[in-house]
C-alpha cells in the first residue's frame, strides 16, 4: 500500500507541476491574470496567516493604528488649510512647512481655532514668530 501511495504522490505533483508551468507561462504575459491569480491564492488567507501570527499581528495592529493617526492628521491639516486659505488667500511656505511638520495634538488646537483667529495667531500656534 505504501508504494502505491508514493506513486500517487509522484504522479499528483507531477500533474501540479504542469498545471503550474502552463498557468505561469499564460500569466506571465497577462498581468491582470497575474495580479487576479496572486489575489485570489496568495492574499486569500492573509488575514489568517497575520490573525494567527503573534508577532505579526502586532505589528499589523501597531501600522494599522499608525496609519489611522496619519490618515487624520492629513485630513485635518487639508481642512485647516481650506479654511485658512479661504479667509486669507495663499499661505506662506513658512507656514505651509510648519503645517505639515505639526502632529495630531496641534492640528486639533490649531483647527479649533482657524475660522477666528487672526493670521499672527495661527503663526503663533504653529510655534512661528510673528512676520
Known amino acids: ?12 505533483l507531477l500533474r501540479v507541476d504542469a498545471l503550474l508551468q502552463w498557468l505561469l ?20 488567507n492573509l488575514d489568517n496567516f497575520v490573525r494567527d501570527n503573534p508577532v505579526l499581528h502586532d505589528v499589523w495592529v501597531e501600522m494599522t493604528e499608525k496609519g489611522k493617526v496619519e490618515g487624520r492628521a492629513e485630513g485635518k491639516r487639508e481642512t485647516i488649510l481650506q479654511v485658512l486659505e ?37 503663526r503663533m500656534r504653529l510655534g512661528l514668530s510673528a512676520s
Not at 3 to 11: G, I, N
Not at 25 to 44: E, I, Q, S, T, W
Open 1 to 12: 500500500m505504501g508504494e502505491v501511495d508514493q506513486s500517487f504522490k509522484r504522479l499528483f
Open 86 to 122: 479661504g479667509r486669507f488667500g495663499p499661505l506662506s511656505e513658512e507656514m505651509l512647512a510648519a503645517l505639515q511638520a505639526a502632529d495630531l495634538p496641534r492640528l486639533d488646537h490649531i483647527a479649533s481655532y482657524a475660522g477666528t483667529d487672526t493670521l499672527e495667531q495661527v
Open 25 to 44: 507561462g499564460d500569466v506571465r504575459n497577462d498581468k491582470p491574470l497575474a495580479l487576479d491569480l496572486y489575489r485570489r491564492f496568495f492574499m486569500a
